[in-house]
């Protein structure tokens, strides 16, 4: 299985990635994870530059949002980022666990005190009897060896103590980033200091994972914007039932969720067993949290992932659940989309809203067939949403909105 997530390539609308990216993404999210169990850990003033904890507390009025805007310094990059994710881990090897940083310190500092000590005593000997100086013991021999001692141990003091204040600075960094990613809050203690900590796992925060790692490596996910469009087309359709063909890491799937009305459903149909299961690993992520405590149903339990083709899967939806499909998502591979509705068809329900992704890049590909089938069909009043592809505000993109008539 792994070998087939190393060296399976997915073709996406843009170019063809290597899926053994995903693997490196588990790895990161495994992290993150870690992350999750210190989420309660809070960070102090440190974290913010002086001149603007003084510019907060002159203004306390401030929104949160204004307050994170002052905060956060310019992004970090991708491979920054991940350096100082790894900066976060424990000691790095066995000498920093058995003797933590303050012991190495005191040991490192003592020790080049007490050459320093020792060559003074040595200087000062050789001055009151120089002919020290021709003996073969002692003398010089002892004045170069507390010298050599001194440079040693004075030299591991500082690069040690260097060293600390490094990661400090990369652990300020870093929270710094997860603040303007919006991993990280701030707020003020009982105290009136500024604080951040870790936001808990939930929905929002998977999202802007998936987020990160489609921005990062190209991924076909839908990206903000389209989500944000389909989420506004959601909220005013309302379906009870919804199915989306092409599940991938569940970007899709949990946006959709995260605003099907109550009791609404999703089934999410995903023919790459891989990716199915990453799915239903950050579904299963996308439903912790607080605010899933507080929803009547957590949002991973409205979304079934279903393995197996789309077009002879969509079929038996309708049946499975009794009732027709008020909203289908095509987003599978784009020269079959004609082939998904056309395996739908018979099960939606009259004012069924079905959405086509990526109607404009392959406007003239592979899409084109469903594109003139929706457009010429009696049955369906068409219109197209101009947007742009996911991660490039430079290549014009659009979603299909087809209604059932
Ligand atoms: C563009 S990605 C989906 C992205 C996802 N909707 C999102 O926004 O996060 C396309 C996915 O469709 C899946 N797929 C392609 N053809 C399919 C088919 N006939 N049946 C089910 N899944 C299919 C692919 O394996 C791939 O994971």
Same mark, same amino acid.
């Given at each position: 299985m792994l070998r087939q997530l190393k060296t399976a390539t997915y073709a996406s609308p843009t170019l063809a990635i290597p899926v053994n990216r995903l693997h490196r993404a588990h790895c990161t999210s495994r992290r993150q994870a870690q992350w999750l169990t210190r989420s309660s850990k809070s960070s102090t003033d440190a974290d913010v530059p002086k001149q603007q904890q003084e510019q907060q507390q002159q203004q306390p009025e401030q929104n949160p949002q204004q307050q994170l805007q002052q905060l956060v310094e310019p992004q970090?990059?991708?491979?920054?980022?991940?350096?100082?994710? #790894?900066? !976060?881990? #424990?000691? =790095?090897?066995? $000498?920093?666990?058995?003797?933590? &940083?303050?012991?190495? !310190?005191? +040991?490192?500092?003592?020790? @080049? @005190?007490?050459?320093?000590?020792?060559?003074?005593?040595?200087?000062?000997? !050789?001055?009151?009897?120089?002919?020290? $100086?021709?003996?073969?013991?002692?003398?010089?021999?002892?004045?170069?060896?507390?010298?050599?001692?001194? $440079?040693? +141990?004075?030299?591991?003091?500082?690069?040690?103590?260097?060293?600390?204040?490094?990661?400090?600075?990369?652990?300020?960094?870093? &929270?710094? @980033?997860?603040?303007?990613?919006? #991993?990280?809050?701030?707020?003020?203690?009982?105290?009136?200091?500024?604080?951040?900590?870790? =936001?808990?796992?939930?929905?929002?925060?998977?999202?802007?994972? !998936?987020?990160?790692?489609?921005?990062?490596?190209?991924?076909? +996910?839908l990206g903000p914007k389209k989500a944000a469009i389909i989420q506004q087309l959601l909220q005013q359709h309302q379906p009870q039932l919804a199915v989306e063909v092409g599940t991938m890491a569940g970007y899709s799937a949990i946006k959709i969720a995260q605003v099907l009305p109550p009791g609404g459903r999703l089934v999410s149909i995903e023919k790459d067993l891989s990716w199915l299961l990453v799915a239903k690993r950050f579904l299963w992520q996308a439903s912790q949290g607080e605010a899933n405590k507080q929803r009547s149903t957590p949002l991973g339990s409205t979304v079934d992932v279903w393995w197996g083709d789309a077009v002879s899967k969509l079929p038996e939806v309708a049946s499975k659940y009794g009732r027709p499909i008020d909203f289908l998502l095509l987003d599978g591979t784009p020269k079959e989309t004609l082939a998904y509705l056309q395996a739908a068809e018979q099960h939606l329900s009259p004012g069924a809203m079905v959405v086509a992704d990526n109607a404009g890049v392959f406007a003239e590909g592979g899409m084109k067939p469903y594109l003139q089938y929706v457009r010429g069909s009696s049955s369906y009043s068409s219109r197209y949403i101009a947007t742009t592809l996911e991660w490039r505000d430079d290549v014009e993109d659009g979603l299909e909105v087809s209604t059932r008539l």
């Open positions: 970090l990059d991708a491979s920054k980022r991940r350096q100082l994710e #790894d900066e !976060l881990r #424990d000691p =790095k090897n066995f $000498l920093e666990y058995f003797l933590p &940083r303050p012991l190495r !310190l005191a +040991f490192f500092g003592f020790s @080049a @005190a007490s050459t320093f000590v020792a060559a003074l005593i040595s200087a000062a000997q !050789l001055i009151q009897e120089p002919a020290l $100086l021709a003996a073969a013991t002692g003398g010089a021999q002892n004045l170069v060896i507390n010298v050599i001692g001194l $440079l040693v +141990f004075g030299g591991l003091f500082y690069a040690d103590s260097a060293a600390g204040e490094a990661r400090v600075e990369q652990r300020r960094q870093l &929270r710094q @980033a997860q603040i303007k990613s919006g #991993d990280r809050e701030v707020f003020r203690d009982e105290q009136g200091q500024t604080m951040s900590r870790l =936001k808990e796992v939930d929905d929002d925060w998977i999202a802007r994972r !998936l987020e990160r790692w489609g921005k990062r490596d190209g991924m076909p +996910f």
